[in-house]
């Protein structure tokens, strides 16, 4: 390319480097506003644990010591400090509502934000105020359900007004009011709809209806159990065998030194990167953070396609289309952008189906379990419940048709494992390799991977994992194993959600 070319392409890339930034601040910034799902994802486990400590089946005996002694005070414990959390975040998005007055677009999502924010706290409101009266904190769960009726405040559904009424009387005076029944069904789920619905059943002497609601207590209980097993105990015992590899390879490392395992050796593509920084430039900057943020967005602009907020399985689509569109023009770019370089020198994104590359995957996703979690624990202090979670989650959470989740399962288990690998490990992390020793160019690369998520609470547990996926493709060598422990990672958070939001 000649000089003049070249002062152009690095031109255009200049200003895409500006675009880029701006969208991706814009991206963190709006994120530091937004809710972690983390908190409501203990809630529902915490749920869980309710249904779970009604079982009183075989070795019953054995479960208080596994889901605690007082599993009622520590579920009060955890509802009250998440509805301090949403008090907090619904502050703050009205606060910031204010100062937006004359930003139609972003007044809009705002306002959606919020009105999802208070349903949340409502339903807050009322599970806590059950938890309450179930504890014999009577009053303090009549103060609690009256916030339900507070003037000047918004209630986004009128219903759960009407829901914390038929709770007063029915825990205060013993009454039941004519559309108690319909309403709990409406309005309650798990542990909370059982204890209300037994409530009323005891109040009106319908002794066939108790026993019912306790014999679906005990099928709900059976299954909260085995609900549990599969989101604590699997990662827990995976996290068990991580941590003792972790040691062992520490301990090898102090006697072994630079022949240990976690001494990273020079990497077969490292002095051989035929391209320089400015490929390595334009492929980051044009084929992910421009294709994503701009070309991708802007291409679902004009096509005449409904709305992604009108059926599950339409969202999972736009999800689905957004990101092969994602990966097709990022990977377009790579090929384009090295072409001129072929062929490439031997180990350049490599894949090879070997036996010793499964172990590093496996192996390397079972280091990653507690590093992570670790980071996640000092994260939530850190961020204290703000910045944000992937937009995925929630929707993997809460959504129950079965098309809609097998999208996202290809999504996030089998398409986002092959592009972001080839991506970051398979390009970036050995051409960075150039210009910075190989821990160098896996920090780096760690950290622009948890930066494309654009989630500012997820870029120190992000850049952890990243840092475990470079590692691990740096000793194997094969990028088929930092996309097996990614995959595995995705599939994990997966599986744990489904379980979860399918339990309740």
Known sequence: MSEAGLTVRRIILTVLTVLAAV?????????????????????????????????????????????????LAAAMTQYE?????????????????????????????????IEQIRSWRDELIVKTGILQAETGKLETALVTWQELQAPGEPIVRDSLADTGEILSRLWDEGQVMPDAEGLVWENLDGWFRDRTLAKIYQIQ??????????????????KAIGSLAIIIGIPGFGMIIGSGILIFLLVQRLIKGKDAIVSLK?????????????????????????????????????????????SSSIRAAYILISYLLLAFGGLSVLYLSIKPFFPLP???????????????????????????????????????????????????????????????????????P???EIMFRGFLLPSLTRYLSPW?????????????????????????????LGFVYTRSGNLLAPMLLHCLWNSGTLVSLFVLGSSI
């Open 81 to 113: 400090a998440a509805r301090t959390r949403v008090a907090e975040n619904l502050q703050r998005l009205e606060t910031r509502l204010e100062t937006l007055k004359f930003q139609e677009d972003a007044v809009v999502q705002l306002q959606g934000a």
């Open 23 to 71: 969208l991706v601040g814009v991206s963190l910034v709006d994120s530091w506003n937004q809710p972690q799902i983390q908190g409501r994802l203990e809630l529902y486990q915490t749920n869980l644990l309710l249904q779970a400590a009604e079982y009183q089946g075989e070795n019953s005996v054995l479960y208080p010591r596994l889901l605690g002694a007082d599993p």
């Open 205 to 222: 002497d319908r002794q066939e209806s108790l026993a019912e609601v306790a014999a679906e207590q005990q099928q709900a209980a059976t």
């Open 346 to 416: 031997e180990g350049w994104f490599r894949i090879q189906l070997q036996l010793k590359t499964l172990w590093w995957g496996l192996g390397g996703y079972l280091v990653a379990l507690p590093l992570v979690v670790v980071v996640s624990l000092f994260n939530q202090q850190l961020w204290q419940g703000r910045g944000g979670s992937n937009p995925i989650l929630p929707i993997a959470l809460e959504d129950r048709n079965g098309l809609a989740v097998g999208v996202f399962f290809f999504t996030a288990s089998v398409a986002a």
């Open 440 to 468: 160098g160019a896996i920090l780096l690369s760690s950290f622009l991977f948890a930066v494309a998520h654009l989630q500012l609470s997820e870029l120190l547990p992000l850049a952890t994992l990243g840092m475990v």
């Open 266 to 310: 020079t990497p077969a593509t490292s002095g051989q990167t035929p391209w320089d920084w400015e490929t390595v430039w334009q492929v980051l900057i044009l084929g992910f953070f421009f294709v994503g943020q701009v070309a991708v967005p802007l291409v679902f602009q004009l096509l005449p396609l409904p709305r992604p907020d009108t």
């Open 418 to 420: 092959i592009f972001e």
